[in-house]
């Protein structure tokens, strides 16, 4: 069965780095891409930023940009995401989920997700 963990969330201050690991298993990153997204309390659950062979980064919150980034380790079967001079309104619950092919722009597209990780920024 195709399986999502994620780890490396945690309470962090205002302007730190932090990098969350997606470890996935039951597929092949090499057919199946990774999302990253995030929901934050009261808020609809958004994009982050996708990784696929196709494609590549795929950034799908403006509010990222340049902050964060997605990388791959194909033989580790992890996907991390990278944050840099995190901020208050980054904090939610930091999702990993998987679709076939190619990035898609919802994440309704996703069919499997892992149970996520909580990042807290706060002062």
């Known amino acids: 069965q195709r399986q999502l963990v994620e780890s490396g969330g945690g309470l962090v201050q205002p302007g730190e780095s932090l990098t969350l690991s997606c470890v996935v298993s039951?597929?092949?990153?090499?057919?199946?891409?990774i999302g990253w997204f995030r929901q934050a309390s009261g808020k609809e659950r958004e994009g982050v930023l996708c990784i696929s062979n196709k494609e590549g980064p795929v950034l799908y919150a403006d509010s990222v940009k340049g902050r964060f980034t997605i990388s791959r380790d194909t033989a580790k079967n992890t996907v991390y995401l990278h944050m840099n001079s995190l901020k208050p309104e980054d904090t939610a619950v930091y999702y990993c989920?998987?679709?076939?092919?190619?990035?898609?722009?919802?994440?309704?597209?996703?069919?499997?997700w892992g149970q996520g990780t909580q990042v807290t920024v706060s002062s």
């Open positions: 989920a998987t679709r076939w092919d190619a990035c898609g722009e919802f994440h309704y597209e996703y069919p499997y």
């Open positions: 039951g597929f092949n990153l090499d057919y199946h891409v």
